[in-house]
């Protein structure tokens, strides 16, 4: 089946679809990051030239663990490494949007890392004053769930079943991505679903891209979960102590902040957790194989290849009838 579906753990996060969270054979063991934030990260761009002075005086390790040093990547291709509470200065030659990735080694020899962005400008160069304006509310519940795919969905309406108040945000404008836009809309042969959404989904296999659709609105609805669609993630929302306070989402009507205690990433690229500095292995290099569905034509041939023609019909009825 091409769906996950049950328990709100499935899709606390979705990275393996782009990048694989955790270290690789031989990497250090990662741990928690520390909370708190960069002390002298700059809030606003910083001009060419201009010394920018860091420290991780202001972190907080977890519980049982101390921060013995620290290394710092600039994004330009410098380095350096420090004490926890020392600082360390760097200054950007060129403008740019730089990624800054701090590197916490704990005492046990465990790692942290996480990434920042700073922007460099040419303080010469003509530059536009944005003018600083409040975002509007637009929920505030305990878990916003952001991503629009059928594990999402089965995230959001098991945390509403748990007794929480929740939020979906979908950044394509329909629900069900991961079956609908590939057309992943059958089951392979011996394969029963599991779950009631799954059943209900794949009543009839081959499915109808809107009839999944409309299935998997109606559970959001059924059980009382608000939604959007066509809303991506543009930047977290963070508490006065650096922890995560929900999402801002931006849209046809601007841009809205989601007030959320726990967010849950359902997105096919894990893109809210790489927002927040989760740490990711590089994907591994060589050849990869990837699948697509074609609708009609012959099948192509050739090396590394391979085609499975599928013989069935879609029926097509009205999706919402009178």
């Given at each position: 089946?091409?769906?996950?579906?049950?328990?709100?753990?499935?899709?606390?996060?979705?990275?393996?679809?782009?990048?694989?969270?955790?270290?690789?054979?031989?990497?250090?063991?990662?741990?928690?990051?520390?909370?708190?934030?960069?002390?002298?990260?700059?809030?606003?761009?910083?001009?060419?030239?201009?010394?920018?002075?860091?420290?991780?005086?202001?972190?907080?390790?977890?519980?049982?663990?101390?921060?013995?040093?620290?290394?710092?990547?600039?994004?330009?291709?410098?380095?350096?490494?420090?004490?926890?509470?020392?600082?360390?200065?760097?200054?950007?030659?060129?403008?740019?949007?730089?990624?800054?990735?701090?590197?916490?080694?704990?005492?046990?020899?465990?790692?942290?890392?996480?990434?920042?962005?700073?922007?460099?400008?040419?303080?010469?160069?003509?530059?536009?004053?944005?003018?600083?304006?409040a975002i509007p509310?637009?929920?505030?519940?305990?878990?916003?769930?952001?991503?629009?795919?059928?594990?999402?969905?089965?995230?959001?309406?098991?945390?509403k079943n748990a007794?929480?108040?929740?939020?979906?945000?979908?950044?394509?404008?329909?629900?069900?991505?991961?079956?609908?836009?590939?057309?992943?809309?059958?089951?392979?042969?011996?394969?029963?679903?599991?779950?009631?959404?799954?059943?209900?989904?794949?009543?009839?296999?081959?499915?109808?891209?809107?009839?999944?659709?409309?299935?998997?609105?109606?559970?959001?609805?059924?059980?009382?979960?608000?939604?959007?669609?066509?809303?991506?993630?543009?930047e977290v929302l963070?508490?006065?102590?650096?922890?995560?306070?929900?999402?801002?989402?931006?849209?046809?009507?601007?841009?809205?902040?989601?007030?959320?205690?726990?967010?849950?990433?359902?997105?096919?690229?894990?893109?809210?957790?790489?927002?927040?500095?989760?740490?990711?292995?590089?994907?591994?290099?060589?050849?990869?194989?990837?699948?697509?569905?074609?609708?009609?034509?012959?099948?192509?041939?050739?090396?590394?290849?391979?085609?499975?023609?599928?013989?069935?019909?879609?029926?097509?009825?009205?999706?919402?009838?009178?």
């Open positions: 089946m091409k769906m996950l579906a049950g328990a709100l753990a499935l899709v606390v996060l979705l990275a393996a679809a782009c990048g694989k969270s955790g270290g690789g054979d031989g990497a250090a063991a990662v741990a928690p990051r520390p909370g708190g934030t960069v002390a002298g990260l700059p809030s606003e761009p910083v001009a060419v030239a201009q010394t920018v002075t860091l420290s991780g005086s202001t972190l907080t390790p977890p519980p049982g663990l101390v921060i013995s040093q620290i290394t710092w990547g600039w994004g330009d291709g410098a380095t350096g490494s420090s004490l926890p509470a020392g600082p360390v200065s760097h200054s950007y030659a060129t403008p740019g949007r730089y990624t800054l990735t701090v590197t916490v080694q704990y005492g046990d020899g465990r790692t942290a890392a996480w990434t920042e962005e700073i922007v460099a400008y040419d303080a010469a160069a003509p530059m536009v004053e944005e003018t600083a304006r509310l637009g929920q505030t519940v305990d878990v916003v769930v952001v991503g629009g795919s059928t594990g999402a969905v089965a995230a959001a309406v098991a945390a007794g929480a108040s929740v939020f979906l945000a979908a950044p394509r404008p329909y629900l069900g991505e991961d079956l609908c836009g590939p057309l992943l809309t059958w089951l392979e042969a011996g394969e029963t679903p599991v779950s009631a959404l799954a059943t209900q989904l794949f009543s009839t296999s081959p499915a109808r891209p809107m009839y999944l659709k409309r299935v998997l609105d109606t559970a959001l609805e059924n059980a009382g979960v608000p939604f959007i669609t066509g809303s991506a993630v543009t963070r508490d006065s102590g650096g922890g995560l306070a929900g999402v801002v989402l931006a849209n046809r009507s601007g841009r809205q902040a989601i007030q959320a205690k726990v967010i849950v990433d359902a997105t096919d690229c894990a893109w809210v957790a790489r927002m927040v500095g989760a740490s990711f292995a590089a994907w591994p290099a060589g050849s990869q194989e990837f699948t697509r569905v074609v609708i009609g034509g012959a099948a192509r041939s050739g090396p590394g290849i391979a085609s499975e023609t599928m013989s069935f019909q879609i029926e097509t009825r009205p999706v919402y009838p009178q």
